[in-house]
Each structure stands twice: as structure tokens, then as C-alpha cells.
DNA sequence: TGCCCGATTAACT
DNA sequence: GTTAATCGGGCAA
């Protein structure tokens, strides 16, 4: 039976965290499955939302590590964070993507969408397949609804630059498996030195 | 109060 | 590759 992770897994550093977050499963009343990738903000980046401190929207940013950050992404999608680091850093891991393994025919009815790799391939169809909404803000994650379990085996973790942002956007602060179907989008492929 | 813009997605050409 | 949809947050005035 894997491991549940405790709110300790989540007071290190977001690159820690979130590389460590690859392969271990992530379920919303059940339905979820393998976190494939994920980025990290940190609150010294200028992409954070709590960059320029603390907010009426990021104010679960700023609180205790272990608890969902969820905030609404161009006024029409929600995306899913874990609060990181020690209390007041105000850092945080967004799950972009997810390998579907559990409740796969609610997913699939959620999203209007049959094509399994689609279903939680990106920060807005997550929520939308896992049905998380703002009303999960400031939720703990280690207790239900969530659930949110650690990787059993070894996994290939890759990083690159970060998707969607114009800000700090030369940062290598995104986290994916190597190799996974499921990624929102390809990593960039390693290139040669000239 | 007004204005700009975003950690996105789907449907186009 | 390009663009519309859609709206709250954050900052200037």
C-alpha cells in the first residue's frame, strides 16, 4: 500500500518538492491519478502570484505548507497548487498534468472527452476532470477530499522552462517523466553543444 | 473607477 | 500558427 504524504513532505524547498512529486498519485474523491508534471514558483520569482506579497487571492500562498492553492485562470479555468516550504515563504507546486488512472469514466464525463491522454493533459483540464473548483482553496491535503499518495518505484524526472509565462520565463522550473504520453507539452529535447 | 493582462484551452486557418 | 472566449486581480488615477 503506497505511502500518503504528510504535511512535512511539503515544508522543503518547491524544487524538492516538486521533482519529488513526479509519479506519486494525486486523487480528488477518488478520481485522479499519477502527477506526470508540474512547476514550481517560488515567492522570489517574479511569475508567483505572491511576488509582490500577500493578497486577497494568494493568502493560502502564505500559509502552512500542505494545503491547496487554487486560483482562476483567465477568468474561465481553475488550476491546482500545493503550498510549499516552511510557513510564510509563499511558495507553491501548480500540477499541470496528470496520468489518468482512477475514476476514468467520471474524467471522461466531466470533460466531454473519450481521448484518455486529453483528460488531464494541462493545469485547467485537471480541475475540470477532477472537479477542483475555488471552493478547494485553502483545503488541507491530507485529508478528503484530497488524497495524495508517494511514487512506489524509481522515475525519470525531467526539467525545463516553465509554459505560459512571460515573466522569469528563462527558468528551468518545470518538472515532468520523462518519457510520459501525458504532458501538456513535449519537453524541449537536449541539445548538442555546437 | 477604469484599464490591462494573465501559471489556458479549443477551435480555427 | 493564430485567435476568441471570458473575468477577476492588481495597480494607476
Redesign the pocket.
Known sequence: MPKRLSRAFFSRSVHEVAPDLIGATLLVNGVGGRLVEV?A?HHTDP????F?GP????TVMFGPPGYAYVY??????W?L?FVCEPIGSAS?V?VRAIEPTAGLAAMRRR?DLAEVR?LCS????VCEALRITGAHCGLPLDAPPFEIFARTGPVGVVAGP??????AADLPWRYGEKGSRFL?KPFPVAKRSA
Open positions: 512547476e514558483y511569475a508567483a502570484h505572491s509582490r493578497t486577497p487571492r494568494n482562476r485562470s483567465y477568468g474561465i479555468h488550476c497548487n507553491a501548480l470533460r486529453l494541462g493545469p485547467g483540464r516553465r509554459i505560459g509565462i512571460t515573466k501538456s
